[in-house]
């Protein structure tokens, strides 16, 4: 994610850092000025992913949700993970 945000976003620096939750690594990407550009820079990196990004990783592996620095540092537990998507997705939903 560093290299392809470097040559695909030369005027942004998007910190990107990883965490543990249970069996999963996290991949935070951000923090971004607001939902509206966070969004903006996920609808342009997910078609890119699979073939350039993670090409060694199917995207059955991965999925992508935006999530403040904030409820990122609460993620404790896979039930942490699963009720944030969940509720995520309904927020998407609106």
Known sequence: FNRYNLLAFD??????SSQKVEDYDIILIGPFNDYE???TYQQQIRPVTAGTILPWLTP???RFILISPQNADKLK??????????????FEAK
Do not use: P
Request: net charge negative; aromatic share 16%; proline share 0%.
């Open 11 to 16: 005027h942004d620096r998007f910190n990107v």
């Open 37 to 39: 550009v966070a969004k």
């Open 60 to 62: 059955e592996k991965y």
């Open 77 to 90: 537990s896979d039930a942490d993970l699963t009720n944030y998507e969940a509720a995520w997705k309904q």
